[in-house]
């Protein structure tokens, strides 16, 4: 089990670093030609080398979470793990259908990418409230997705790239946090009830025990003859 773990800690932090380097470098290529704080990664898709590299990026961190979600999943946290798939598949949504450029009415495809990324950079810091390890970082993150969200809504699209760029930050942390603590470790509820379906045959030690003391059975839960 410790092996399986090792090999997906290393393959999640292989993809993350993946699509990190290249949104760096899609944002030192692109630097000078847009305006950082007013348009979002998303909307580099329209400039230069990201119509390329955009949806690469997006798709390596997507992958990057859902590998993340089956060490979430082998932790024994079932719906933190669904979360934090969610958000690898919204990621993978994302790089499928590309968002407009900001000056052009909402598309079809637009609209698909714009609530895609808002079910996922919501699901993940929930997967973090769930696992209970990286609170404050999850808290952060749903302030910055609330803050991203308030750019579109009172009409402040010029600060919603660096509004976006925070929310970016802080997923990302979310998920080393996943892969460094919380995501990767048995919650001790998960590792009793483990331990006590697979060590009894009852769903329980107390009804092992309440069996066992009604039927005569012996301390390994062997019947007793000629008691």
């Known amino acids: 089990m410790n092996d399986i773990k090792g090999l997906i800690r290393l393959s999640a932090l292989a993809w993350l670093a993946v699509g990190l380097v290249i949104a760096v470098y899609v944002e030192i290529v692109n630097a000078g030609?847009?305006?950082?704080?007013?348009t979002t990664f998303s909307e580099y898709v329209h400039v230069g080398q990201g119509a390329r590299l955009v949806g690469v990026a997006m798709l390596a961190v997507g992958f990057g979470a859902l590998t993340i979600a089956g060490g979430v999943r082998l932790?024994?946290?079932?719906?933190?793990?669904?979360?934090?798939?969610?958000?690898?598949v919204g990621l993978c949504?994302?790089?499928?259908?590309?968002?407009?450029?900001m000056d052009q009415p909402l598309t079809w495809h637009g609209a698909i990418h714009r609530y895609a990324a808002l079910a996922a950079f919501t699901a993940?810091?929930?997967?973090?409230?769930?696992?209970?390890?990286?609170?404050?970082?999850?808290?952060a993150a749903l302030a910055a997705l609330g803050v991203?969200?308030?750019?579109?809504?009172?009409?402040?699209?010029?600060?919603?790239?660096?509004?976006e760029r925070i929310l970016l930050i802080f997923e990302l942390a979310l998920l080393v946090a996943f892969v460094r603590r919380g995501g990767f470790v048995m919650q001790p509820r998960a590792t009793l009830s483990f331990v006590a379906r697979t060590s009894f045959p009852c769903r329980d030690l107390a009804r092992q025990r309440r069996t066992c003391g009604r039927s005569g059975c012996g301390d390994r839960g062997e019947p007793r003859f000629g008691a």
């Open 93 to 101: 949504v994302l790089a499928v259908f590309p968002q407009e450029p």
């Open 124 to 139: 993940l810091p929930l997967a973090g409230l769930l696992l209970g390890e990286v609170r404050r970082l999850s808290y």
């Open 33 to 38: 030609a847009v305006d950082p704080l007013a």
């Open 148 to 163: 991203f969200v308030a750019t579109f809504l009172v009409d402040a699209r010029g600060v919603s790239g660096g509004a």
């Open 75 to 88: 932790s024994g946290a079932v719906w933190a793990a669904r979360l934090v798939a969610l958000f690898g």
